[in-house]
């Protein structure tokens, strides 16, 4: 079992940038892929980043392309979610995933992850 535990969420003014962590421990291997997803009240969790663990292939949602940045630190064994130009469309709670099996590539649906962590809230003020 692997464990996925989320840090630095918090409240932003809109226009501002926060960085999201997802630090992993236990069993992270095999690992295809990692990614964000994020849940606003009221509606259902959706696809935000992903990127393929080995090779470092990034793919975002296009709501947040260009303003969002996913990125991995393999000795860390970390993931994060950089976001900048924050608005208030993006307050929601914040969840990464990672992929223990191999679906194919550039996954994006939650039944593709199997492992997710607690959530982060991240809040933008307008």
């Known amino acids: 079992q692997v464990q996925l535990v989320e840090s630095g969420g918090g409240l932003v003014q809109a226009g501002g940038s926060l960085r999201l962590s997802c630090a992993a421990s236990?069993?992270?291997?095999?690992?295809?892929?990692a990614g964000w997803f994020r849940q606003a009240p009221g509606k259902d969790r959706e696809f935000v980043a992903g990127?393929?663990?080995?090779?470092?292939?990034?793919y975002h949602a296009d709501s947040v392309k260009g303003r969002f940045t996913i990125s991995r630190d393999n000795a860390k064994n970390t993931l994060y979610l950089q976001m900048n130009s924050l608005k208030a469309e993006d307050t929601a709670v914040y969840y990464c995933?990672?992929?223990?099996?191999?679906?194919?590539?550039?996954?994006?649906?939650?039944?593709?992850?199997?492992?997710w962590g607690q959530g982060t809230q991240v809040t933008v003020s307008s």
């Open positions: 990127i393929t663990w080995n090779v470092g292939t990034t």
């Open positions: 236990g069993r992270t291997f095999p690992r295809f892929a």
């Open positions: 995933a990672q992929q223990s099996r191999s679906r194919g590539s550039l996954p994006r649906a939650i039944s593709e992850f199997d492992s």
